[in-house]
């Protein structure tokens, strides 16, 4: 960009000093053509770093999700390849169920055995309450007659001792339902958990992705330690992209700005997106939560840049771009837009330049 500007100023003026000759061409004239240019250029490229900054450090991240088995036990099916795309809900691999499905078996039959006893338990107290309201009026009718000499005391002390029978039985019948119900609920706890484990054996892709770190084959015993991943599912649905800046250059930068970026891996393409956010965070300005002093002591350390995320807009947001993919970029803010073209101009022009591989070149001179 800058050879073009000056060519197009070197064209300007020849017309001037020798096409036309409008201004004499003598010392003044060339000290002041020569240094105009210079100091525009210095000026216009310190604004334009600016209001329009430009990065070459531009980074495609994606989040690494380490793959754990939820159970452990033996694999029986490996149906994924590596580096290959994966779409959200594709089984990653399996476990033998069989001892998860005898689990899940055993809980049903404990909470049915729960139920059958807590049906016959209400059933029980069901049957003891009429009975037992009998019993109370029998108790009130003797009580009446051995009170007026009519009736006998041994058939009231029967009586009592009926109705203390049945109140009995039916506080058994009580504690007996109780208890179902304790299990009951342990029961289905234990059939929840079991469930949970048996659809463990199934673990499926949790988003668009794909898999790398593959370390599981069909007859390998998986284990449910967190330590130990059986693979790395690499995430596509929400990537980050994060361009680079010194703290400087952000001072008119927003939310919403566009930005163009272009990495190597589309060679010349333009890939039009918006800032999402900066991230006004480094990890030099951490402060350890501790029992210890700060450390004020100098530290040489390089100076850490500030990240500001980047969201792939327009016909460019479902494009692909491999995690780790490297490239270079500008953002446009509300400023001097007069002068926001020689931008584009320059990062057009440098998208271009990814075309060429330069490498081992030396091989066309020949090499001693």
Not at 217 to 231: E, I, K, L, W
Not at 251 to 270: D, L, Q, S
Not at 351 to 360: C, M, N
Request: proline share 5%.
């Amino acid at each position: 960009m800058e050879i073009i500007l000056l060519g197009i100023y070197s064209f300007f003026a020849w017309l001037v000093f020798f096409k036309f000759k409008w201004l004499p061409w003598n010392f003044t004239s060339q000290v002041i053509t020569v240094t105009l240019p210079i100091v525009g250029m210095i000026i216009l490229f310190l604004f334009l770093n600016i209001v329009t900054p430009a990065t070459d450090d531009v980074r495609a991240m994606n989040y690494v999700i380490p793959v754990v088995p939820r159970v452990t036990g033996q694999v029986t099916e490996v149906p994924i390849q590596p580096n290959r795309p994966i779409k959200k809900g594709d089984v990653l691999f399996k476990i033998d169920p069989v001892p998860f499905e005898a689990a899940v078996k055993a809980a049903e039959a404990t909470l049915r055995g729960g139920e059958d006893q807590r049906k016959n338990a209400a059933s029980k107290k069901a049957a003891l309450t009429p009975r037992i309201d009998l019993a109370k009026k029998r108790v009130e009718q003797f009580t009446a007659l051995a009170a007026t000499g009519a009736g006998k005391r041994a058939d009231l002390e029967q009586s009592q001792s009926d109705l203390g029978n049945l109140e009995s039985e039916f506080l058994a019948a009580d504690a007996t339902e109780s208890q179902a119900r304790a299990q009951i609920a342990k029961a289905e706890a234990e059939l929840i958990n079991a469930q949970f484990d048996l659809e463990g054996c199934v673990h499926r892709a949790p988003s668009n992705g794909r898999v790398a770190n593959l370390a599981l084959q069909p007859g390998v015993r998986a284990t449910q330690f967190a330590t130990m991943s059986v693979m790395s599912f690499i995430q596509e649905d929400d990537p980050w992209l994060l361009a680079f800046y010194k703290q400087n250059e952000l001072r008119f930068v927003e939310p919403g700005n566009e930005a163009e970026i272009f990495v190597k891996m589309y060679p010349g393409r333009i890939i039009k997106c918006k800032v999402d956010s900066i991230l006004w965070a480094t990890a030099q300005g951490q402060m350890p939560i501790s029992g210890n002093l700060p450390n004020i002591a100098p530290v040489a350390a390089p100076e850490q840049r500030v990240a500001v995320r980047l969201l792939v807009d327009g016909r460019d947001k479902d494009i692909f771009l491999a995690a780790g993919a490297r490239g270079q970029g500008a953002i446009y803010t509300e400023h001097d837009k007069a002068i926001h073209i020689l931008r584009r101009v320059i990062v057009r022009v440098q998208a271009k330049l990814d075309w060429f591989v330069i490498k081992h070149l030396s091989a066309l001179f020949g090499h001693h």
